[in-house]
């Protein structure tokens, strides 16, 4: 019996952390094989690719990003491979099965709910081990009747399951984003998740995390994302872990966690104050500011303790903060989601995410569908069209200013700009500037092709002539700085103005020249040619004393002409830029 366990990751540096557990966990009984292709593969290219395999059996990680492309790549593997055996596992099918059996043909088995022990049933009954009337959390056909076996209760030992990251080939994940989990399961009750679904939480144990951990710093990962629900759910555990880390850091590494802002105590924040830069980023749903849109979603959380909590760690400047808010949620308006944007965005975070309600199976949010008038997408995702609350017209809106919150908040490439036109003209709602800046990309046909790094600059100085209108001299400035932090250029558009002094190119290799002045400023360059410094600076004319609104953005600037000296050799977790100003 040959059998292949795969799936349609999003993206190619993802790995599915699945798949791996359950080939691990059925080692003993049956060989099998994995491959991991993406949702942007050509099916073509993988039809044929698992045909050239050979293989009995056919097993996929499903879940709403590739469902549909998997039921599509299953219905022609059956075309061309009849004898061959479709299983199919993961959250996507686990809460739909006996309904997904009927509706299509081609499944053989749905493997539904946690899958370890069951996949390793499954293997010992294609050997005829096994009779399938005799696994738990199995659907299956017998003699054209569609049979549901009874639930698997979850594991409870997770150390149970074998590592897959013991005698790992490195090559593997080099480069990748490992997914991780140290947790299963959340302490909180969130209707719109599918984690609401299972109750209680468990731990693998420390060694075993630390273990694992361990072989995957020396493998250098480019990133460890850990999927645990809420990280720091128990606080002792996640500080163990945190401080692991933090004394293993190979320099290369990064970790993404879940966390929630209102469990961390100041203890944990002491702690977390020495941690490198960078070493760490937190993703935090905060989901919505309406304390009643949080009740209806079962969901509990304190705005006030998880404000303060993440300002303090935002002081810290030592780990990359991402908030998400949810649109669509009962009982939230178009108005109370601006709320709840003005409360998130006055944080003065990293990135804020905004996200749209998925009406996921499985959830208790779907169930409530008809209570709150919830219309949704009949296909995956499940996206909230519109419900008793907001409107379809005002949830589009929502998507427009989502596009202009990425492209100029969450780049961080319009960090001053962006921060000079809302503190100035945007105080009492954030939101509002957003809100007028898509609606000036609509009017204007922006939305409608891509547009380049040039071109988004000059929608911005558009927008601000426009609609603002004073001291436009000086936001040419602001912009222009913005602009040339991004990367060494000499091609900064025209509409930004560029008045080098005479002489300048010259100049500027002088001032290199000068080993106070980059003692001063750049020392780790001390003691290099000036020829080759200039690879790594740039020098840039400005009209206004741009520097000086870094520390206080509500100031008016001198008008002055001065030379700025931008810095591009930094680690950049932060800034994409270190900036001076000189005299040369």
């Known amino acids: 019996m040959k059998i292949l366990l795969t799936t349609l990751n999003s993206k190619f540096i993802h790995t599915n952390l699945a798949i791996r557990y359950l080939k691990e966990f059925a080692k003993d009984v049956q060989k099998v094989d994995i491959r991991e292709y993406t949702i942007n593969n050509q099916a073509d290219y993988i039809l044929k690719d698992i045909y050239k395999g050979g293989y009995d059996a056919v097993f996929f990680s499903v879940y709403i990003w590739n469902v549909l492309d998997i039921m599509s790549l299953c219905e022609n593997l059956k075309k061309v491979m009849p004898n061959l055996i479709i299983g199919l596992g993961g959250p996507e099918v686990s809460y739909d099965s006996e309904n997904l059996m009927k509706k299509y043909g081609f499944i053989d088995y749905i493997l539904y709910g946690e899958g370890e022990v069951t996949f390793r049933e499954v293997c010992l009954m294609l050997n005829n081990k096994m009779e399938s009337k005799d696994i738990k959390g199995l659907v299956w056909r017998d003699k054209g009747y569609i049979k549901v076996n009874e639930e698997r209760p979850y ?50 144990s420390l060694e075993r995390v630390k273990k694992d951990l361990k072989n995957l710093i020396n493998a250098r990962v480019s ?77 509990k959380d304190d705005f006030k303790k998880l404000s303060r909590v993440v300002t303090k760690i935002e002081s810290y400047k030592n780990i990359h903060q991402h908030l998400d808010l949810i649109a669509g949620l009962p009982y939230e308006s178009y108005e109370g989601f601006e709320k709840s944007f003005n409360d998130v965005y006055n944080l003065g975070i990293e990135q804020l995410q905004l996200g749209f309600l998925k009406m996921i199976k499985g959830t208790g949010i779907r169930s409530m569908a008809d209570m709150h008038g919830f219309k949704y997408k009949s296909y995956p995702p499940y996206e909230v069209l519109s419900n008793r609350y907001i409107s379809y017209e005002e949830i589009l809106k929502l998507k427009d200013i989502e596009e202009m919150v990425e492209r100029y908040y969450n780049s961080g490439n319009f960090r001053m700009s962006v921060s000079f036109i809302v503190k100035r003209y945007y105080k009492d709602s954030p939101f509002k500037f957003y809100e007028e800046f898509a609606n000036f990309h609509d009017v204007n046909g922006y939305f409608d092709a891509a547009q380049g790094k040039n071109q988004n600059y000059k929608i911005l100085l558009d927008f601000y002539m426009e609609k603002i209108g004073e001291k436009i001299e000086l936001f040419r400035d602001i912009l222009k700085y913005d602009y040339v932090s991004l990367g060494k250029t000499s091609n900064v558009p025209d509409f930004l103005v560029r008045n080098y002094p005479e002489d300048f190119k010259n100049r500027c290799h002088i001032y290199l020249q000068n080993d106070e002045n980059v003692k001063k400023y750049i020392p780790k360059h001390f003691d290099t040619p000036a020829k080759m410094i200039i690879k790594y600076v740039q020098f840039e004319p400005f009209r206004y004393d741009i520097e000086s609104l870094k520390n206080d953005i509500m100031i008016d600037p001198k008008k002055e002409d001065n030379i700025i000296m931008f810095d591009y050799d930094i680690s950049k977790i932060f800034e994409k830029s270190l900036s001076y100003r000189v005299e040369i």
């Open 223 to 299: 990133q460890i994302k850990f999927i645990d629900r809420t990280f720091n759910a128990k606080k002792k555990t996640a500080m163990e872990i945190m401080k692991f880390l933090m004394e293993n850091d190979n320099g290369f590494t990064t970790y993404h966690f879940e966390v929630t802002a209102h469990l961390i105590d100041d203890e944990m924040l002491e702690f977390l104050k020495e941690c490198k830069p960078g070493l760490f980023q937190f993703e935090i749903g905060v989901q919505s500011t309406d304390q009643n849109v949080l009740e209806a979603c079962g969901r």
């Open 155 to 204: 594991l409870q030992d997770l150390d149970l399951i074998p590592s897959p990251y013991d005698n790992m080939d490195t090559k593997e994940y080099e480069n990748r984003i490992v997914y991780y989990e140290s947790s299963r399961g959340c302490p909180f009750n969130c209707q719109y998740c599918l984690s609401s679904a299972i109750k209680g939480l468990r731990y693998f």
